[in-house]
């Protein structure tokens, strides 16, 4: 069974910095694309960014050129670095595991990704 758990949310000012961490366990970590998501109060839960074992990634376009996503596979660990933060960029933040081993395409519908963490909280104060 797949355990995500995020780390690194909290309060920010607008124009700060962040790095959201996520340890995964549970399956080969090396062999699955991993994703970011969020979800704001009374909004559904959106795409943010998401990196194959390959190493190629995909960014939603409002965060593009702001929140680089990384892995690190010796360590079972996704990183989200998000900078230039913006009020709008308040939400809880979800890890999460695409459900297909050996994936090439990254897919930003919540329904390929079967295994979730708990969510951290950030927030942008203007």
């Known amino acids: 069974q797949v355990q995500l758990v995020e780390s690194g949310g909290g309060l920010v000012q607008a124009g700060g910095s962040l790095r959201l961490s996520c340890a995964a366990s549970?399956?080969?970590?090396?062999?699955?694309?991993m994703g970011w998501f969020r979800q704001a109060p009374g909004k559904e839960r959106e795409f943010v960014a998401a990196?194959?074992?390959?190493?190629?990634?995909t960014y939603a376009d409002s965060v593009k050129g702001r929140f680089p996503i990384s892995r690190d596979n010796a360590k079972n660990m996704v990183y989200l670095q998000m900078n230039s933060l913006k009020p709008d960029d308040t939400a809880v933040y979800y890890c999460?595991?695409?459900?297909?081993?050996?994936?090439?395409?990254?897919?930003?519908?919540?329904?390929?990704?079967?295994?979730w963490g708990q969510g951290t909280q950030v927030t942008v104060s203007s």
């Open positions: 549970g399956r080969t970590f090396s062999d699955y694309i």
């Open positions: 990196i194959t074992w390959r190493d190629s990634k």
């Open positions: 999460a595991e695409d459900r297909r081993r050996w994936a090439v395409n990254i897919v930003t519908t919540m329904e390929e990704y079967d295994s």
